[in-house]
């Protein structure tokens, strides 16, 4: 897999590229998988069985963008 390049501004379309790519990497293992925009930083949304999907998805935003995680409010269930 190659690198993708960060993404240093956050506009709706890099969003976009950015939750579809991380969909692909994450093969179904978080559901309904969204990222807003929120005091500057990325809060990702959605659904998980496990916490490790959870960590696997954050993991993922931080490989992609130097925007900082305000919170992480993936609900594993």
Known sequence: MS????????TPERLARLVEHIR???TGRVRDLRLVLRDGGLVLQGHAH??????????AVMSMTNLPIRANEIEVS
């Open 3 to 10: 690198p993708q390049p960060e993404l240093p501004v956050a």
């Open 24 to 26: 692909s990497r994450l």
């Open 50 to 59: 496990t916490y490790h999907a959870k960590q696997l998805a954050q993991h």
